[in-house]
C-alpha cells in the first residue's frame, strides 16, 4: 500500500522561514506535488517534482530525494495568509493510468 | 490555468434521500476526473476515478452503488450519492487533470449535509 506522512501541525513568525516535510512509501512513483488548501476551498497548486533536487517558484521552493521517499516544502517571508493546510501528494502510476494519493496535510498557522 | 467547476457548493437534505453533484471542466476536456471526500480537518481520500466512455473505478472500501458516477461527455462527471445518511456527511471535491505534468484542478466542493 501507500504511506504518505506529514506532521500534523506547524507555527511560524510572519517574515520567517518554514519547512514542511513529508516522507513516503509508495510503489510506482510517478511525481509528488504541493498543494494549498484554505479552509473550505479547493486545494490549489503550488508545485511539482519528479527528479531528485530543489525546484524554486518565488518565495516557494520544493526538494525531492527519491532514494530516501522524502520531499519537503520551503516557505519563505511567510506571510499571514499563507496560513492554510499544506497537502503532499504522490503521483502513482498504477493500472495504466496516474492517480493522485495525499497524505495527511500540516496545517500551518503564521503568527504576528 | 484550467477551470473546474462543481455544483452544488452546498446541499443540506434529509436522511434517504439522493443528491447529486456535478463537475465540470470548463476550457478543456477531460476523459478523467477523480473524485475525493474530506473530513473536517483531514486529507482528501481518493473515492473513485470517472472515464468518459466506461464504468467508474472505485476505491477499495467505496460503495459503488451508494455513490453513483456517471461521466456523460468530455466535460461532465456526476456524483450521485444514492439514500444519503448522516455519515455520508463530507466536503466532495472533483478535480480533473490538465497541462504540464497533468496536475489536477479541483472544483470549488460540495458540502452535504444529511439531517
Known amino acids: 500500500g501507500q504511506n504518505i506522512d506529514q506532521p500534523t501541525e506547524m507555527t511560524a513568525t510572519e517574515g520567517a522561514i518554514v519547512q514542511i516535510n513529508c516522507t513516503y512509501q509508495?510503489?510506482?512513483?510517478?511525481?509528488l506535488f504541493w498543494y494549498q488548501q484554505h479552509a473550505g476551498e479547493a486545494p490549489t497548486f503550488l508545485s511539482y517534482n519528479v527528479l531528485d533536487g530543489l525546484e524554486e517558484k518565488g518565495r516557494f521552493s520544493s526538494f525531492l530525494s527519491r532514494s530516501k521517499g522524502y520531499s519537503y516544502l520551503l516557505l519563505k517571508e511567510l506571510q499571514m495568509k499563507d496560513s492554510a493546510s499544506y497537502l503532499c501528494a504522490v503521483n502513482i502510476w498504477k493500472g495504466g493510468g496516474n492517480k493522485l494519493t495525499f497524505g495527511t496535510g500540516t496545517q500551518l498557522k503564521v503568527e504576528l | 490555468g484550467a477551470v473546474v467547476s462543481q455544483h452544488p457548493s452546498r446541499v443540506i437534505c434529509k436522511s434517504g434521500t439522493s443528491v447529486k453533484i456535478e463537475c465540470r471542466s470548463l476550457?478543456?476536456?477531460?476523459?478523467?476526473m477523480f473524485w475525493y471526500r474530506q473530513f473536517p480537518k483531514k486529507s482528501l481520500m481518493l473515492m473513485a476515478t470517472?472515464?468518459?466512455?466506461?464504468?467508474?473505478?472505485?476505491e477499495q472500501g467505496v460503495e459503488k452503488d451508494k455513490f453513483l458516477i456517471n461521466h456523460a461527455s468530455l466535460t461532465l462527471s456526476t456524483l450521485t450519492v444514492t439514500s444519503a445518511h448522516p455519515e455520508d456527511s463530507s466536503f466532495y471535491i472533483c478535480s480533473a487533470p490538465q497541462g504540464e505534468y497533468e496536475k489536477l484542478f479541483f472544483g470549488s466542493g460540495t458540502q452535504l449535509s444529511v439531517l
Open positions: 509508495t510503489s510506482g512513483f510517478n511525481g
Open positions: 476550457d478543456f476536456q477531460a476523459t478523467t
Open positions: 470517472s472515464n468518459e466512455g466506461s464504468k467508474a473505478t472505485y
